[in-house]
């Protein structure tokens, strides 16, 4: 499985961007896909999770009515809406995929992508 994240950028505090995550390399409805980020200087950290169908969603608790994944598989790409973006939100964020069979959202991931840099600035 081959995943190209994009969109990432600077923006100001308050202003909106949408990730997007692209998969090849197989069929991108048996996939669970997920984002997740990494700041500098801290651990990699689960953002957000969705299953195959894309029914079912998951959030961290840090952007919780701010960022909403979602997934076109027709498209085979994964998005990360993120609005209300806060200086923290700043990282490398990162889509991976989960192509075991099992469960609706994924706790493990075999497959990540280039990450793409978000910014915000105060």
């Known amino acids: 499985v081959q995943l190209q994240a994009s969109g990432g950028g600077l923006v100001q505090a308050g202003d909106s961007l949408r990730l997007s995550c692209a998969a090849s390399?197989?069929?991108?409805?048996?996939?669970?896909m997920g984002w997740f980020r990494q700041a500098p200087g801290k651990e990699r950290e689960v953002v957000a999770r969705?299953?195959?169908?894309?029914?079912?969603?998951d959030y961290a608790d840090f952007v919780k009515g701010r960022f909403t994944i979602s997934r076109d598989n027709a498209k085979n790409t994964v998005y990360l809406q993120m609005n209300r973006l806060k200086p923290d939100d700043t990282a490398v964020y990162y889509c991976?995929?989960?192509?075991?069979?099992?469960?609706?959202?994924?706790?493990?991931?075999?497959?990540w992508g280039q990450g793409t840099e978000v910014t915000v600035s105060s």
């Open positions: 969705i299953s195959r169908s894309g029914s079912t969603t």
């Open positions: 390399g197989r069929t991108f409805s048996s996939l669970r």
């Open positions: 991976a995929a989960d192509p075991s069979p099992g469960g609706v959202i994924a706790t493990r991931y075999d497959y």
